[in-house]
């Protein structure tokens, strides 16, 4: 329980996201010692070649920490006013 709220009643307030950082295997073959820049292209390519949209949504990549916490900070923000309507 968090501040007396179940996890069912927290999951059914917030919405769920689920992050994909890179593409560990691919048509059976493991990608595991590729660069994660590698990983992001491949990402970028099946975005493109299944023409994906809304619900998916492709986001940026850093290795700046600050960046990556202002890009969560702001999607989170996101979700709260998404949420409140």
Do not use: H, N, Y
Request: net charge positive.
């Amino acid at each position: 329980m968090a501040g007396g709220r179940s996890a069912a009643g927290l999951a059914a307030w917030w919405l769920a996201c689920v992050v994909a950082l890179d593409v560990l295997q691919r048509d059976g073959v493991e990608l595991l010692t590729r660069r994660i820049r590698s990983g992001a292209r491949l990402l970028e390519e099946v975005f493109s070649t299944r023409a994906l949209a809304a619900p998916w949504s492709l986001c940026p990549m850093t290795v700046d920490l600050a960046a990556g916490r202002g890009w969560l900070e702001c999607w989170t923000e996101q979700l709260k006013r998404s949420s409140a309507r």
